[in-house]
Structure formats: structure tokens, C-alpha cells
């Protein structure tokens, strides 16, 4: 016998598609939003009903914000023409806490997958190079993360921006294969920031 009511159920499930939550953490985040006052658990309800009407993507560089453009882009003195490409929003906050980087960004929402049928047109690529011609930038930074996927993007955008009169630069030193940007420290961003190289050395 199922001794989990079904509401209860219902959430744990919803918890454990989350990322990064499994079964046993999605039952005791479940359980302890069953144990708090009533209130808390109508004041979560109603912030993840606001969440998707206050908060849209800004038409620049695709940040989540409430506002358009967002803060970053509408900011006087951030570099339009210096532009860090990063694949999810989580990559730009890890970069925005070393406070080194003062361009602006664009965010791809995602890294170019054949296998998973995510090409050039599912993510924002295309309107990089559009991004790239209107605001005349010198300098795009690709801080795509040392996976196999990122690499593959990595090298795609450096593909599509030669000839294109823009310097293309890496993340250089600090930051391990196989690591997503947005775990790590500051100190390893802000190094590997600071000590960026040339991404297509022969092309240029």
C-alpha cells in the first residue's frame, strides 16, 4: 500500500526533475515544504507563478531580466563592443562575481549537440553574428565551458567569425577540461579572463 499521499507525490516528482535533485533529496524538500507554515508554502507557490510573467529574455544578449535591455546591456559604461559568449545564464553570474570582465555578454542557451539534434538554429547563434556586425564589435570572448560540446561551439563560432574583422579570444589558463564555467571559483575565472589568447591564431 502507498502510504504517500498523492498530493505529496505529485511534488516529489516535480522536485525530481529538477536538476540535480534525485528521489531522496526531492521527498525531504518535499517533506520540509509540508512542515512549514501554510503561508511560506502559498508564498513559494505564488513566486513560482510570477516567475515566468515578471522575468523574460532581454533583446540583446538573452540574459533573464525583468527589464529590456537588461542592467548589463543599458549600462553606459559596459563595452558594446566587447561581447563574452557563454552558453547558459549561470555562466554570465560566475563571470559577473569576478568583476573583471567589462563588456557585455550573449548568451547561446545551449551548446551545439548532432547527436541530440541541437544545431546552429536552436541556439543563439545566428543572432550573434547579426549582434556582431550591428554593434561593429572588436572583440568576441567565447567562455564556452572545456567539454567536448563546448569545444565543438567553441570551434564553430571561431569558424563563423573569421573574416569578420573581430578578434576572438579564449578563456585561457585555470580552467580544466571537462569543466563547466559556471562551477568555477572567481579566482580561476578572473585568471583565465585576464590571460586570454587569440582563438584563431592562423586566421588572423
Same mark, same amino acid.
Given at each position: 500500500?502507498?502510504?504517500?499521499?498523492?498530493?505529496?507525490?505529485?511534488?516529489?516528482? *516535480?522536485?525530481? @526533475?529538477?536538476?540535480?535533485?534525485?528521489?531522496?533529496? =526531492?521527498?525531504?524538500?518535499?517533506?520540509?515544504?509540508?512542515?512549514?507554515?501554510?503561508?511560506? /508554502?502559498?508564498?513559494?507557490?505564488?513566486?513560482?507563478?510570477?516567475?515566468?510573467? =515578471?522575468?523574460?529574455?532581454?533583446?540583446?544578449?538573452?540574459?533573464?531580466?525583468?527589464? !529590456?535591455?537588461?542592467?548589463?546591456?543599458?549600462?553606459? %559604461? %559596459?563595452?558594446?563592443?566587447?561581447?563574452?559568449?557563454?552558453?547558459?545564464? /549561470? !555562466?554570465?553570474?560566475?563571470? #559577473?562575481?569576478?568583476?573583471?570582465?567589462?563588456?557585455? &555578454?550573449?548568451?547561446?542557451?545551449?551548446?551545439?549537440?548532432?547527436?541530440?539534434?541541437?544545431?546552429? #538554429? #536552436?541556439?543563439?547563434?545566428?543572432?550573434?553574428?547579426? @549582434?556582431?556586425?550591428?554593434?561593429?564589435?572588436?572583440?568576441?570572448?567565447?567562455?564556452?565551458?572545456?567539454?567536448?560540446?563546448?569545444?565543438?561551439?567553441?570551434? &564553430?563560432?571561431? !569558424?563563423?567569425?573569421?573574416?569578420?574583422?573581430? @578578434?576572438?579570444? $579564449?578563456?585561457?589558463?585555470?580552467?580544466?577540461?571537462?569543466?563547466?564555467?559556471? &562551477?568555477? !571559483?572567481?579566482?580561476?575565472?578572473?585568471?583565465?579572463? *585576464?590571460? $586570454?589568447?587569440?582563438?584563431? $591564431?592562423?586566421?588572423?
Amino acid at each position: 500500500m502507498d502510504v504517500v499521499p498523492p498530493p505529496l507525490a505529485r511534488l516529489i516528482t *516535480d522536485l525530481n @526533475r529538477l536538476p540535480g535533485i534525485g528521489k531522496k533529496t =526531492a521527498t525531504r524538500l518535499a517533506l520540509h515544504i509540508l512542515r512549514r507554515p501554510a503561508a511560506e /508554502a502559498q508564498a513559494l507557490g505564488r513566486e513560482l507563478l510570477d516567475l515566468h510573467g =515578471a522575468i523574460g529574455l532581454c533583446g540583446n544578449c538573452f540574459a533573464f531580466s525583468e527589464t !529590456d535591455p537588461c542592467r548589463i546591456c543599458d549600462d553606459a %559604461r %559596459r563595452d558594446p563592443r566587447q561581447v563574452c559568449v557563454v552558453e547558459e545564464p /549561470a !555562466d554570465l553570474m560566475a563571470i #559577473e562575481k569576478t568583476g573583471v570582465f567589462k563588456g557585455q &555578454y550573449h548568451i547561446l542557451h545551449g551548446v551545439l549537440s548532432p547527436m541530440d539534434g541541437i544545431g546552429p #538554429e #536552436e541556439i543563439k547563434v545566428h543572432a550573434l553574428l547579426q @549582434r556582431v556586425r550591428r554593434q561593429q564589435v572588436r572583440e568576441v570572448l567565447i567562455a564556452t565551458s572545456s567539454t567536448v560540446p563546448g569545444e565543438a561551439t567553441a570551434s &564553430y563560432l571561431v !569558424d563563423k567569425l573569421r573574416g569578420m574583422n573581430v @578578434r576572438v579570444t $579564449r578563456l585561457a589558463c585555470g580552467i580544466p577540461m571537462g569543466m563547466d564555467i559556471k &562551477y568555477a !571559483d572567481e579566482l580561476t575565472l578572473s585568471r583565465a579572463i *585576464d590571460a $586570454r589568447s587569440d582563438a584563431d $591564431r592562423g586566421g588572423r
